[in-house]
């Protein structure tokens, strides 16, 4: 049982790449997140999945993408990074609301 | 809106202390209540929740937290610090419509031996 995962740990890109980064899930939970992470400011919610097919906007969801076609995975795609996207990305997962959420490793993401 | 503030960036305490990592909410219902710890180049690890009963919350780790609806707070607390304990410690409420959590920007804990 591997919980979350994250592809990949680290990515450099330069200003206007894009990239995908992938969470999985192994629990058959129904919720998935994805989350930056920022000196001083705590995690900040970028999208969200309730199930498989659904997404919906976090707090953050400007220039960021997301997909849901399998429930285990959860995709987050930048189209055009910038630099203010460097930052320290979690994906997590939860079998319901009210209950904790299960984080994987990160992805660390630095944009040139 | 729902909300959670940890007034501390940083808390320092000696190994074998008791220690308290402080945070107060702000919701509109009924407070469901989480502490996380992050190590070092690692994601956030669950160390317990609050939704109803006990004020008196443990979990992972040795560690507690107190509820206090009065003062609408929900401080992490462990009877001796441990220098393994050093960690980013992170308060989060759940979202207004239940499925997403609110966290803190985080309070640094540093365990001196």
């Known amino acids: 049982n591997a919980g979350v995962t994250q592809t990949p740990k680290f990515r450099v890109l330069k200003t206007g790449q894009s990239m995908t980064l992938l969470c999985a899930q192994d629990?058959?939970?129904?919720?998935m997140y994805w989350y930056r992470q920022d000196p001083g400011m705590g995690l900040r919610l970028i999208h969200y999945s309730v199930g498989e097919g659904t997404t919906a906007k976090g707090e953050v969801p400007d220039g960021y993408n997301v997909s849901r076609l399998k429930k285990q995975n959860f995709l987050l795609g930048l189209e055009s990074a910038a630099p203010s996207q460097t930052s320290v990305y979690f994906c997590?997962?939860?079998?319901?609301?009210?209950?904790?959420?299960?984080f994987g490793p990160g992805t660390r993401l630095t944009v040139t | 809106a729902q909300s959670v503030a940890q007034p501390e960036d940083q808390v320092n305490v000696a190994e074998g202390n008791p220690l308290t990592v402080k945070c107060t909410y702000s919701?509109?219902?009924?407070?469901?209540l989480f502490w996380y710890v992050q190590y070092p180049n690692r994601g956030l690890q669950f160390l317990l929740k609050?939704?109803?009963?006990?004020?008196l919350v443990k979990g992972s780790y040795g560690f507690e937290a107190e509820f206090n609806k009065s003062q609408t707070s929900f401080h992490l607390k462990k009877p001796s610090a441990l220098v393994s304990d050093s960690a980013l410690y992170f308060c989060?409420?759940?979202?207004?419509?239940?499925?997403?959590?609110?966290f803190g920007a985080g309070t640094i804990l540093r365990v001196k031996s």
């Open positions: 989060a409420v759940r979202g207004k419509y239940g499925n997403k959590l609110v």
């Open positions: 629990m058959n939970h129904e919720y």
């Open positions: 919701v509109s219902g009924n407070p469901y």
């Open positions: 997590a997962s939860s079998p319901g609301t009210g209950v904790e959420q299960y």
């Open positions: 609050y939704i109803t009963g006990d004020n």
